[in-house]
């Protein structure tokens, strides 16, 4: 099963050293850039149950980990999901200037998905698309990524670092499209409904919402160790997807921050359909396709593709 994970990696060489380089940066941004949050974030979970100090509320432990365990395909990520481009260019292609809204990023997988998707229009058609990108999330880790990802890419966008999604005083019927991945995995379920009813609050008419739920379980300490054990086992035996620069410490050094992030990272999962079902309750069209992917604590792991839309 674990290499059979491994051979799931992008399938574009240049994707995959882009990757490389990128892990780089975010661990070394993240302790500069993860500041201390009075409130929200990943870790407050860990606050609420007193697994944390008060004080520790940086989340440098989620972004300067992040990508090092996408290069073992251990996070959930957008290339998981065969249906984004797609479900993206089908916008593109009616609006090829639409407003983007990128609702929460761990790093730059979202946007990158975006341009796949302007490439692949430019292809069908023949002409570039403009679409104008906001990319709001409450680290400024994650945007730092983005960014760096866009200057590479001949992107432009603009990014936000939004204390609260839910309370983000953004303009109401402002994009075309919204996406994000896994957000509703990340957030507890009594603020589930509040962000599916900002989604639909900030959408034009006729607008979609593009995104990916996980189903599945509480995680529990046993997940979390199975996790760490298998981040270690999988960072040990494949060198060979990291930087070409590292030396013995620092993978020291990432298996140290692999298990603060096993005991630190949680998911709150979707229950079932009925649940995503009645979050979008409000939209007037709703699809969600379920799809096996890889997995974090368990493997493999069901999700649901979703496209949500509003008439005209």
């Given at each position: 099963?674990?290499?059979?994970?491994?051979?799931?990696?992008?399938?574009?060489?240049?994707?995959?050293?882009?990757?490389?380089?990128?892990?780089?940066?975010m661990?070394?941004?993240?302790?500069?850039?993860?500041?201390?949050?009075?409130?929200?974030?990943?870790?407050?979970w860990?606050?609420?149950?007193?697994?944390?100090?008060?004080?520790?509320?940086?989340?440098?432990?989620?972004?300067?980990?992040?990508q090092?365990?996408?290069?073992?395909?251990?996070?959930?990520?957008?290339?998981?999901?065969?249906?984004?481009?797609?479900?993206?260019?089908?916008?593109?292609?009616?609006?090829?200037n639409?407003?983007?809204?990128?609702?929460?990023?761990?790093?730059?997988?979202?946007?990158?998905?975006?341009?796949?998707?302007?490439?692949?229009?430019?292809?069908?058609?023949?002409?570039?698309?403009?679409?104008?990108?906001?990319?709001?999330?409450?680290?400024?880790?994650?945007?730092?990524?983005?960014?760096?990802?866009?200057d590479?890419?001949?992107?432009?966008?603009?990014?936000?670092?939004?204390?609260?999604?839910?309370?983000?005083?953004?303009?109401?019927?402002?994009?075309?499209?919204?996406?994000?991945?896994?957000?509703?995995?990340?957030?507890k379920?009594?603020?589930?409904?509040?962000v599916?009813?900002?989604?639909k609050?900030?959408?034009?008419?006729?607008?979609?919402?593009?995104?990916?739920?996980?189903?599945?379980?509480?995680?529990?300490?046993?997940?979390?160790?199975?996790?760490?054990?298998?981040?270690?086992?999988?960072?040990?035996?494949?060198?060979?997807?990291?930087?070409?620069?590292?030396?013995?410490?620092?993978?020291?050094?990432?298996?140290?921050?692999?298990?603060?992030?096993?005991?630190?990272?949680?998911?709150?999962?979707?229950?079932n359909?009925?649940?995503?079902t009645?979050?979008?309750?409000?939209?007037?069209?709703?699809?969600?396709?379920?799809?096996?992917?890889?997995?974090?604590?368990?493997?493999p792991?069901?999700?649901?593709?979703?496209?949500?839309?509003?008439?005209?």
């Amino acid at each position: 099963m674990d290499n059979l994970l491994i051979k799931t990696m992008p399938a574009k060489a240049e994707n995959f050293k882009t990757l490389q380089k990128s892990c780089l940066h975010m661990a070394q941004w993240a302790p500069q850039s993860c500041v201390n949050k009075n409130i929200g974030g990943m870790e407050q979970w860990a606050k609420d149950l007193k697994i944390v100090d008060d004080k520790i509320l940086s989340c440098d432990w989620y972004h300067s980990t992040w990508q090092f365990l996408r290069l073992v395909n251990m996070v959930a990520v957008p290339d998981w999901y065969p249906f984004y481009v797609d479900a993206i260019l089908e916008v593109l292609l009616e609006n090829p200037n639409a407003k983007v809204f990128i609702s929460a990023c761990a790093d730059y997988g979202m946007l990158a998905k975006l341009h796949e998707a302007m490439e692949e229009y430019q292809f069908k058609t023949g002409q570039k698309s403009n679409p104008q990108i906001t990319i709001a999330d409450i680290c400024l880790t994650p945007l730092q990524n983005a960014k760096w990802y866009a200057d590479n890419s001949s992107i432009k966008l603009e990014t936000l670092v939004c204390d609260n999604i839910i309370l983000g005083n953004f303009p109401e019927s402002e994009f075309d499209l919204i996406i994000t991945d896994e957000f509703l995995s990340v957030i507890k379920d009594d603020l589930k409904q509040a962000v599916v009813d900002k989604w639909k609050y900030l959408l034009k008419p006729g607008g979609c919402v593009v995104t990916t739920a996980m189903e599945g379980e509480p995680t529990t300490p046993e997940k979390r160790e199975f996790y760490a054990q298998k981040a270690r086992r999988l960072i040990g035996q494949n060198p060979h997807l990291f930087p070409t620069n590292f030396k013995q410490e620092d993978f020291e050094k990432v298996i140290q921050q692999t298990e603060k992030f096993a005991s630190l990272h949680t998911r709150h999962m979707i229950r079932n359909r009925e649940q995503l079902t009645h979050l979008f309750r409000n939209f007037d069209y709703l699809q969600m396709d379920p799809v096996e992917t890889p997995g974090e604590c368990v493997n493999p792991t069901f999700s649901y593709q979703i496209v949500a839309k509003l008439e005209m």
